[in-house]
């Protein structure tokens, strides 16, 4: 073996070890996830943090904690807020506890290129900033509605005498519905549906197979309402300290990902057929009574927005629409 080869690449290792530790060139970002590591989000989460990683190496990497058994979800929201991680992520309706507005992203009806584009990606992060002490950096969740899943049947849009689980999301819709309302994390549902604490539940299109719901669930109704957002967030503090280059890394990497998200609109087919052959039953309304469904689940949404912070809300408004 050359000496003077092990020598030199031997003071290279150490320069590199050196610069990573004294933090002069690479920094790791910690992240917690607010939903399940097995489902469907932490699953296309994953394979981009690996790349993140892969492509960042002295530059920038992630690591990832863990989901809802590492952090309680709806306690995600604070600890980005605080900087106990850097980053998470993690859906509004689980952070109403930092600031109301954060769950008025499931009103969004364009896709987040076009929200980059009209200024309410802007409008948002200013929010975001003021509000939170968080930088909004990607969505990465979208075209992808919620619905009400229920083991009582129904023949009109009307939850009278039902119990259905929910987060913010669905409180003043369902409860314009005449549902009582329960507010549980994911984790709980299973086992509320089990033991009949529920009749139902609020949860998108997608990802009920994920915890296993599906065996516990008889009816979907259409159509879906809103739009799931899911979104990776991140302490502005800590949005702040990156260098010149670790941001231009870190805003490359979220615009793929984001590019990603025609996957939303394949996996809504795949599951709505995965549901069918599941044996749950579609429950669907004539025409008119989908559309008075579909406009009243907006109208109570905007109008809860109004009531809890007016100038966002009609802000937001101009801007989340088609
Ligand atoms: O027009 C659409 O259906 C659409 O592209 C979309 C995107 C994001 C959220 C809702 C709808
Ligand atoms: O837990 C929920 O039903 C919820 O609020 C949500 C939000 C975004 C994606 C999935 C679920």
Redesign the pocket.
Known sequence: MNLRLLRTATALLFAAGFAAAAGAQEATLRLVSAFAENGIYVQRLQPWINKFNAEGKGVLQINFIGGPKAMPPFEVGNAVKTGVVDMAMSTGAFYTNVMPEADFLKL?????ADQRKNGAFDAINKVWNEKANMQYLARMV??QPFHIYTNKKVDKPDLTGQKIRITPVYRDFFQALNANVITTPPGEVYTALERGVVDGYGWPIGGIFDLNWHEKTKFRIDPGFY?AEVSLVMNLPAYNKLSGPQRAYLQKQLLALEAENTFWTRYATEETARQEKAGIQTIKFDAATSKAFSDQAYEVGWASAAKQSPEIAARFKSLFG?
């Open positions: 969004t009806q364009i896709p987040v979208e075209h739009d088609r």
